[in-house]
């Protein structure tokens, strides 16, 4: 059979750009003329035109959802490298050490084109997608997490809102609850600028023994490569190509979307652990998005090698694939082994045992070439760093100036009212008919999840805790950082934002934060503006995260966030991942006693652009909260070092809504109340209880240990008052502010779910 018989030559050589585009157009390949010029001339060097194979191998690599390459520029800049002495590997996920024998390995990305089309299958495979980044690097994932940002305004020619929740909460929860592995946290976020761009950021945390860690790179000839899995299919295709462009309509091709399958994933993670265990996997790496076409170049160029692939040894959903269908397919739960010829029958036995399909499909070779065949034709022959490495751009940005207007709101004259109108407001009342959907407590390693209390009237957390081994005491703390209504007015702080809250969120439970994951969702990078806003982020986020010497290990960027004339703000999701020294002194925040001291770490702002206060007065102005990292760090490794002294009974983050907020969730999983006075808080009643300071906690402090908690926290701890029975209280001196019922604010909280 010859290679015309199998593939297509696309003559390239000799066309003018226009006749390039509209290749690329034809055949979906999302490259612009300038990359369809650069594929002309690489090929007339190699004196032929491509096959169908390659061109479509290339655009799968090329695509920004592959390649970042809008944006690897300023991540080079600004986000690799920073407390890279703390990272133990990087790879499909990031990890950083748990203990001497334990590494975490975390990762955070989006799946957000795919769940747009598709709400129940793109959020589906996310979570199998996810899982898979984390397998490859050898380590058993632990515990799923989500941050949706759903739409609230129903959009022409797209789907419904309601509709888009409906389905990514139960593709999140299929998924999840089937394959085994707990959702333990994460976070929703309501506004109309997600219709009709709805985000999916999901993310997975694992452990692993640092001596199973596994590289991606194949750094030796003759090694054997396996496909391991789900077979191959048509779903998938041009997904990468997808998800790099803006979407017209809510009727996208939805065959772009892959189709997921729990069943398939919870075997294959058992059986890929079990191989690695056994240390037959020289590498491994997962098909996540460009498929074949993707993963094979990367592993081979990573470790300077070339390799030949059969296609027709890849087992299919469908006989009539093509070979350029069969290598950019991206259908899921498959696992690409790298394997050494003595292990080759090991590894296909233990794949045999667990039901897994499996089978040889190609080895690494000397050289820098890419050779795949199918039944005998060569179709595809390629130098790999030329496939992997596309023409990375720096482009054009331009950050538009804004112009702060102060605004001051009217004194509230019921401060009770506006407080329980906050507590009901959709971004702070309880998850619960979503979160209640997802198993969290799956493989009973769940220390503290989504929420804590009282049972049956259980109060938000800030962090999820896992005991990963059931020989030791020490736990991974998980958490999320993200706030879209401050990046939207000023990216650079929202980006710092981000980073403090996730910093804040993990210490609220005792643990010491160790690194982080990002999503970077954005628009159209050909934008300048957009550009610009990408640029700020990264910077806001690059100076808090190397104050704190804290690295970024691994993430991803989404950007085409786009339809019509509606684009998201460009902001960022963190995933943070921490250690709790002794899960035994794990902390929640709901009070845990009547007559103990409450103070304040942290103090009160006049910035109030972006919180929920002004958004519920719908007033735009003045300055988003300031995060300096320094005083992050001195107040939150302070606060830290007072929880491991058990001076602390509970403690939450201050965040949206401020500290009225904050103190009437701490009540909430707790049916005990508190009496409080602001004076101490210096400002206007409505700022000092509403303002979202940065850096800051609630925290109630053990009776008879006051004293040392003060010492520990020096003039950063202000004292606001003590626990009580059943209502809360606050006062300004002798003045009543507002005085409410804890069952009252439950009620507000629970609206919607009770």
Request: charged share 25%; net charge neutral.
């Amino acid at each position: 059979m010859t290679k015309e018989e199998v593939s297509t030559i696309i003559s390239v050589i000799g066309k003018k750009r226009e006749e390039l585009a509209n290749i690329s157009k034809m055949l979906h390949l999302g490259l612009s003329a300038d990359e369809m010029s650069l594929i002309s001339s690489y090929f007339k060097n190699e004196g032929r035109d491509p096959t169908d194979v390659e061109v479509q191998a290339i655009a799968q690599a090329w695509s920004e959802h592959c390649s970042y390459k809008s944006s690897k520029i300023h991540l080079k800049k600004y986000i690799f490298g920073i407390g890279r002495e703390k990272v133990v590997a990087l790879g499909d996920a990031g990890l950083v050490s748990l203990d001497d024998d334990t590494a975490i390995a975390f990762k955070m990305e989006s799946h957000n084109h795919p769940s747009a089309i598709e709400p129940y299958g793109g959020a589906a495979t996310g979570v199998g997608g996810i899982l898979r980044d984390i397998l490859s690097m050898g380590a058993q994932p632990i515990a799923v997490t989500d941050f949706l940002y759903f739409g609230t305004k129903k959009i022409k020619g797209f789907p419904d809102p309601k509709f888009i929740e409906g389905g990514v909460v139960a593709g999140i929860r299929d998924y999840g609850n089937r394959v085994g592995i707990p959702t333990v946290s994460g976070g929703i976020v309501y506004s109309e600028m997600f219709s009709p761009n709805v985000l999916v950021n999901v993310g997975c945390v694992g452990v692993v023994d640092k001596k199973k860690i596994r590289s991606s790179a194949i750094t030796e000839p003759g090694i054997i490569l396996i496909v391991a899995g789900g077979k191959t299919g048509r779903d998938g295709i041009h997904g990468v190509n997808m998800a790099s462009a803006v979407i017209e309509s809510g009727e996208e091709d939805i065959t772009t979307v892959q189709l997921g399958s729990p069943i398939t994933k919870e075997p294959l993670i058992h059986a890929v652990l079990e191989a690695n265990d056994k240390n037959l996997l020289f590498a491994l790496k997962d098909l996540g998005g460009g498929g074949l076409s993707s993963v094979v170049g990367e592993m081979l160029e990573a470790g300077g090698m070339g390799g030949k692939v059969y296609l027709e040894k890849v087992p299919l959903k469908e006989a009539s694939m093509k070979p350029w269908e069969i290598w950019i397919s991206e259908s899921q739960e498959r696992m690409l082994l790298a394997v050494k010829k003595e292990n080759v029958n090991s590894v296909l036995r233990i794949m045999e045992d667990w039901d897994i399909t499996s089978s040889i499909i190609g080895e690494s070779e000397n050289g820098n070439r890419l050779r795949i065949f199918y039944n005998g034709a060569k179709v595809l022959d390629l130098e790999s760093q030329f496939m992997t490495s596309p023409k990375l751009y720096e482009r054009p940005s331009q950050l538009e100036e804004k112009r702060i207007v102060q605004y001051l709101p009217s004194y509230p004259n019921n401060f009770a009212k506006l407080l329980l109108g906050m507590i009901s407001d959709s971004n702070v009342r309880t998850r619960e008919q979503v979160v209640r959907q997802y198993d969290h407590t799956v493989r009973g390693s769940t220390v503290i999840g989504p929420f804590a209390g009282i049972v049956g009237n259980e109060g938000p957390t800030d962090a999820s805790v896992i005991r990963p081994n059931w020989n030791k005491v020490n736990g991974v703390a998980i958490s999320h950082g993200s706030n879209p209504f401050y990046s939207k007015i000023d990216p650079y702080s929202g980006g710092k934002a981000a980073v403090d809250e996730t910093v804040r969120n993990l210490i609220s439970v005792g643990a010491e934060p160790l690194g982080f994951s990002d999503c970077l969702n954005s628009g159209n990078p050909e934008k300048q503006k957009v550009m610009g806003e990408f640029i700020e982020m990264v910077k806001g986020m690059h100076d808090s995260a190397y104050s704190l010497d804290i690295p970024f290990v691994s993430g991803n960027v989404s950007f085409y966030n786009e339809a019509g004339r509606r684009r998201i703000p460009t902001f960022p999701t963190i995933l943070g991942v921490g250690k709790v020294e002794d899960i035994r002194g794990a902390i929640t925040p709901d009070f845990k006693g009547l007559g103990n001291d409450i103070y304040l770490v942290g103090l009160p702002t006049t910035d109030l652009a972006g919180s929920l206060y002004f958004r519920r007065l719908k007033k735009d102005g003045g300055r988003v909260p300031y995060s300096d990292p320094r005083t992050l760090k001195r107040r939150g490794w302070n606060l830290l070092n007072a929880m491991r002294s058990g001076t602390v009974n509970s403690a939450h983050d201050v965040s949206d809504g401020g500290i009225a907020t904050a103190i009437s969730e701490m009540t909430i999983g707790s049916e005990i109340g508190a009496a409080l006075d602001v004076s101490a808080l210096g400002l206007r009643t409505d700022f000092a209880l509403f303002s979202e300071p940065q850096s800051s906690w609630i925290v109630e402090v053990r009776l008879g240990r006051e004293k040392e908690f003060v010492k520990y926290m020096g003039e950063d701890a202000i004292f606001l008052g003590q626990t009580q029975r059943s209502a809360l209280a606050i006062s300004r001196g002798e003045d009543k502010v507002l005085v409410v019922d804890v069952d009252q604010i439950r009620k507000k909280w629970k609206k919607g779910y009770e």
